[in-house]
T-cell receptor
Framework: DGGITQSPKYLFRKEGQNVTLSCEQNLNHDAMYWYRQDPGQGLRLIYYSQIVNDFQKGDIAEGYSVSREKKESFPLTVTSAQKNPTAFYLC????????????FGPGTRLTVL | AQSVAQPEDQVNVAEGNPLTVKCTYSVSGNPYLFWYVQYPNRGLQFLLKYITGDNLVKGSYGFEAEFNKSQTSFHLKKPSALVSDSALYFCAVRDMGRSGGYNKLIFGAGTRLAVHP
């Protein structure tokens, strides 16, 4: 997990509330990614960013928002529009360039009560 | 459509025996392939990747993977399994439909490896 931190480790949310998941990296990586993991479905890409102030929707962006104001930080907001937000959320980063592997943070488990 | 398939939900192996975790892919062009491992409630750890060159790629913790272009496969292998290898393993391929420096990955659903003493 080294070099990428995610907080909090566990997060509980009431329905109708927005929550923000933190992701910070000190690897000097340009690209950052957010994934959602559900049992038996592997990882699905929510958003990704290559440079500061730029980000792109992934495969399941509806109900989520992100910002990239600093190279080191890529917070994810789970909005009340996300119908089924209970999941394990993983942040990753990689060097610029094709074929570079992604490094993952330890994850945040979000539970909606 | 580009995709990755891991045909086995679970693989059971006795400690000391060789293990294989299967992965097949479907992409346009030459693939960039990756294997990751995940321990319970943790993030993914990178094991190895194939970009080009030798079809047999060596990675971390004694794992290796064999790229087979004709069979569109990238199976993960280890000569002698350890109980500590028990974890969830993911195969991934770079989305070749994306341009630029993004390394958008398409992940398989994962295979749970259980190594028994």
């Amino acid at each position: 997990d080294g070099g990428i931190t995610q907080s909090p480790k566990y997060l509980f949310r009431k329905e109708g509330q927005n929550v923000t998941l933190s992701c910070e990296q000190n690897l000097n990586h340009d690209a950052m990614y957010w994934y959602r993991q559900d049992p038996g479905q592997g990882l699905r890409l929510i958003y990704y960013s290559q440079i500061v102030n730029d980000f792109q929707k992934g495969d399941i962006a509806e109900g989520y928002s992100v910002s990239r104001e600093k190279k080191e930080s890529f917070p994810l907001t789970v909005t009340s529009a996300q119908k089924n937000p209970t999941a394990f959320y993983l942040c990753a980063s990689s060097k610029q360039g094709i074929g570079n592997e992604q490094f993952f943070g330890p994850g945040t488990r979000l539970t909606v009560l | 459509a580009q995709s990755v398939a891991q045909p086995e939900d679970q693989v059971n192996v006795a400690e000391g025996n060789p293990l294989t975790v299967k992965c097949t892919y479907s992409v346009s062009g030459n693939p960039y392939l990756f294997w990751y491992v995940q321990y319970p409630n943790r993030g993914l750890q990178f094991l190895l990747k194939y970009i080009t060159g030798d079809n047999l790629v060596k990675g971390s913790y004694g794992f290796e993977a064999e790229f087979n272009k004709s069979q569109t496969s990238f199976h993960l292998k280890k000569p002698s399994a350890l109980v500590s290898d028990s974890a969830l393993y993911f195969c991934a391929v770079r989305d070749m439909g994306r341009s630029g420096g993004y390394n958008k990955l398409i992940f398989g659903a994962g295979t749970r490896l259980a190594v028994h003493p």
